[in-house]
Antibody
Framework: EVQLVESGGGLVQPGGSLRLSCAASGFSFSSFVMKWVRQAPGKGLEWVSYMSSSGSTIYYADSVKGRFTISRDNAKNSLYLQMNSLRAEDTAVYYC??????????????WGQGTLVTVSS | DIQMTQSPSSLSASVGDRVTITCRASQSISNYLNWFQHKPGKAPKLLIYAASSLQSGVPSRFSGSGSGRDFTLTISSLQPEDFATYYCQQSYGTTWTFGQGTKVEIK
């Protein structure tokens, strides 16, 4: 069974840092693209970051570029999101998602249940 | 960036009703369109990918259609477990944007 479990969320002051983790199990983690997606309170889903299976290709949403860093450890079946210079508008539930590719098409087929990040003084 | 506009933002329906949600892209995205169901406190669930392909394990009452800019998610006969928020997502290119969501509530 595919499982994605996020951790590391919490309350942090504006300007602070936090590192999120996503522990993957039930599939060959090193073979899959992974993403972070967030949902601010009362808002919709927002894609945050993308990392290829090898880690060689990375993309960020403009809203987090220069502040957030995605990484992975394929030996530990884990995905990470280092969040620096946090702002109130970064308050959200953060989800990790697996991206399944079948030839020409890729889709986020499994998601974790999320971890809440609150940025407030 | 490609913008996705869903309508309606919310709807009230009864069990057994046919429900249709639409999603329009700001430019053509071919069939790079996915639909997700999201319930509070739960992981989002993939329903439809590539505009019209049903994800394994998803009931056949869910269907998707469309290409280019205009897409539709249809629930043929609404069931109690279908009350949730539904999001479209475009996967054309290297930024992935979602519609604002459609909350399906019990009438």
């Amino acid at each position: 069974e595919v499982q994605l479990v996020e951790s590391g969320g919490g309350l942090v002051q504006p300007g602070g840092s936090l590192r999120l983790s996503c522990a993957a199990s039930g599939f060959s983690f090193s073979s899959f693209v992974m993403k972070w997606v967030r949902q601010a309170p009362g808002k919709g889903l927002e894609w945050v970051s993308y990392m290829s299976s090898s880690g060689s290709t990375i993309y960020y949403a403009d809203s987090v570029k220069g502040r957030f860093t995605i990484s992975r450890d394929n030996a530990k079946n884990s995905l990470y999101l280092q969040m620096n210079s946090l702002r109130a508008e970064d308050t959200a539930v953060y989800y990790c998602a697996r991206s399944y590719s079948s030839g020409w098409y890729a889709v986020d087929d499994y998601w974790g249940q999320g971890t809440l990040v609150t940025v407030s003084s | 960036d490609i913008q996705m506009t869903q309508s309606p933002s919310s709807l009230s329906a009864s069990v057994g009703d046919r429900v249709t949600i639409t999603c329009r892209a700001s430019q053509s995205i071919s069939n790079y369109l996915n639909w997700f169901q999201h319930k509070p406190g739960k992981a989002p669930k993939l329903l439809i990918y590539a505009a019209s392909s049903l994800q394994s394990g998803v009931p056949s009452r869910f269907s998707g259609s469309g290409s280019g800019r205009d897409f539709t998610l249809t629930i043929s006969s609404l069931q109690p477990e279908d009350f949730a928020t539904y999001y479209c997502q475009q996967s054309y290119g290297t930024t992935w944007t979602f519609g604002q969501g459609t909350k399906v509530e019990i009438k």
